[in-house]
């Protein structure tokens, strides 16, 4: 949603060649947007590591015909763009460590943040548009028959198994 609203603000206020009408309005505009997609990540951040490792795990695991292509470089490119953004992270919590110090006017702590908005930005784009490679590999991955549990050869799959009275619990 953040990047339709994006993409339609872009539209309606640059020229032909992308350049803006208004670079303060612009520029102001995408400060929001920035601000916004760091927020909306912020959830997922907390579980990337264990999501890719999940995916990673799932593609090794399914059948190669039912793999996209694109799968393992977007788990790479997540992966990349997540080591980005942690240490743009850890880079503002020092950051703002020493402002606490310092005291610096909220004008100056607003441009720092800012700025490390805008140097997550890329990287926020990245999750935004490949992070979708995640899910599609578990709804993959869901539909694969479990190791082990395939139906042997020659098995009746339309046989409805047999219960014995000792099994059922009274």
Avoid: C
Avoid at 79 to 85: F, H, I, K, S, V
Avoid at 100 to 116: G, K, N, Q, V
């Amino acid at each position: 949603m953040i990047l339709a609203s994006w993409d339609s603000y872009s539209d309606e206020h640059t020229d032909t060649d992308g350049w803006p009408y208004d670079d303060d309005s612009y520029g102001w505009r995408k400060v929001q947007r920035d601000a916004q997609t760091w927020r909306a990540f912020e959830p997922v951040r907390r579980s990337a590591r264990y999501l890719l490792a999940t995916a990673r795990f799932q593609l090794q695991h399914i059948a190669a015909g039912d793999v996209e292509p694109r799968w393992p470089w977007q788990l790479s490119e997540l992966a990349t763009a997540l080591d980005r953004l942690e240490a743009l992270r850890t880079e503002w919590a020092k950051a703002r460590e020493a402002r606490r110090t310092s005291r610096p006017a909220h004008a100056e702590f607003i441009d720092a943040l800012a700025e490390r908005n805008a140097e997550a930005w890329s990287d926020l784009d990245t999750w935004a548009i490949h992070g979708r490679a995640i899910l599609g590999l578990h709804a993959v991955a869901l539909k694969a028959p479990a190791p082990g549990l395939a139906p042997s050869a020659g098995a009746d799959l339309n046989r409805q198994p047999v219960t014995s009275r000792s099994a059922v619990r009274r």
